[in-house]
Structure formats: structure tokens, C-alpha cells
């Protein structure tokens, strides 16, 4: 950890939990109730692609997603609403090692979750996830609520507001180079890249790289 840090927020998906495999594990729900003609599996790294870790704005992916499959019965608002309701229930407990991870940072510094996305949907994510046993709720920050969204600075001089931390003792843990590092860097927040094994291509560096959210312990 970087000398002087007090306190570690969050992101969310892909840095908490695993919103890859329940998006993916969503998508093959709807393929087997909707469009059993085609083999999910021979589509995965096509939807994938097109998915990008869920960078791809929610818009873009639904409507390529309806011109490409044209599932019958469907257009891009129903489609987009059966998403927005069944992803989260996709979403599995934290392991007990991430678990032990957040607890022990707990003692030692002062935790919170900033995460882009409506209200509703991230709040079951994090049910789901178990991680409000964890967060207090005042340290929660869903985008909706602010009708903002990251990278906007105006979210992490949020957090300097609500944990009572300078820039330089908050450190902002994400995976997305762009909304996470960026955005909290703008506002001269400690940033934590999760890389998954991926190469940091854009000018602002992140403090911190780890390969998964465990690699911080």
C-alpha cells in the first residue's frame, strides 16, 4: 500500500465482483429460453467482443445485439429491461478470501464502494454479493443517485467529502482505465489498476497495478 493512504474505495464490476461471468451466464439464459436454435457457446467470443468488459455503452450493445440475433418477439427496450432485471441475479457471493481481504482493510482504513449505474440494479448486485454486510451504507455511492456518472470529478471529490480525506490519503481501486484511474486521477486520488493480465495503454498511469482485486492484500 502507498505511504499515507487512510482510506480505499471501490469500484464495483469486475473489481469486486465478477460482472463478466454473470453477464455471460445472463446472456445464456436468455439464448436457452429465447433462441435455441443458436449455440451459445459458439457466440461467446463474438458477444464478448462486442461487450468489452462492459466498457461498450449499455445503447450500443443492445441494439447490436437485436440487429445481429433479431430474437423473435424482442426489440432493443425489452430486451434491454430483461438485462437490466436478471443480470443482477447472476452475481455470486464474494469468495471468503476477498471477504478476509476487505475485512482486514476495514481495521485499518476507512472503506467505501463507488460504483456507475442505476440504484436499483447495483443494489441488488451488491445483496447479491454480500458485500452490505461489509459497507456501511453511508459509504455506498451508486451513480444514479447524483445523476452523474464516472469519470465525472464532481463523484470523487464526493468521496474526499464523505470520508474526510485528502486527495493524496484516498486510494480509488478499479479496473476500468478510463472511469476508475482517470477519473479519480483527475481529482489527484491514489488510483489501484486491476489489470486482469491486460497492458496500460492510455497517458495517466495508475499508482498501483495488480492483476486481481487479491493481489492487495
Not at 458477444?47 to 468489452?52: A, F, L, N, R, Y
Not at 480509488?172 to 497492458?199: E, L
Request: glycine share 4%; with cysteine; proline share 4%.
Amino acid at each position: 500500500m502507498l505511504d499515507g493512504i487512510q482510506g480505499v474505495y471501490f469500484d464495483l464490476d469486475n473489481t469486486l465482483i465478477n460482472r463478466n461471468a454473470a453477464f455471460l451466464s445472463c446472456i445464456q439464459a436468455f439464448f436457452d429460453e429465447n433462441m435455441p436454435i443458436h449455440y451459445f457457446k459458439n457466440e461467446v467470443f463474438e458477444i464478448e467482443k462486442v461487450d468489452q468488459f462492459g466498457y461498450t455503452p449499455r445503447e450500443t450493445f443492445v441494439e447490436w445485439f437485436i440487429q445481429y440475433y433479431q430474437p423473435q418477439g424482442w426489440d432493443e427496450a425489452s430486451f434491454w429491461n430483461y438485462l437490466h432485471t436478471n443480470i443482477s441475479t447472476y452475481i455470486r457471493p464474494i469468495s471468503s478470501d476477498l471477504r478476509s481481504l476487505l475485512v482486514n482493510l476495514q481495521k485499518q482504513y476507512k472503506i467505501g464502494l463507488l460504483t456507475n449505474g442505476s440504484v436499483s440494479n447495483q443494489s441488488r448486485k451488491i445483496r447479491q454479493a454480500q458485500l452490505e454486510t461489509i459497507f456501511p451504507i453511508e459509504t455506498i455511492h451508486i451513480s444514479q443517485q447524483y445523476h452523474l456518472s464516472k469519470p465525472d470529478r464532481q463523484l470523487f471529490e464526493l468521496l474526499l467529502e464523505q470520508s474526510q480525506l485528502q486527495a493524496a490519503q484516498l486510494l480509488y481501486v478499479g479496473d476500468d482505465p478510463i472511469n476508475d484511474i482517470k477519473g479519480a486521477a483527475k481529482v489527484g486520488i491514489k488510483t489501484a489498476w486491476i489489470s486482469y493480465k491486460r497492458t496500460w495503454a492510455h497517458k495517466i498511469k495508475p499508482d498501483l497495478i495488480f492483476e486481481t482485486i487479491l493481489d492487495l492484500a
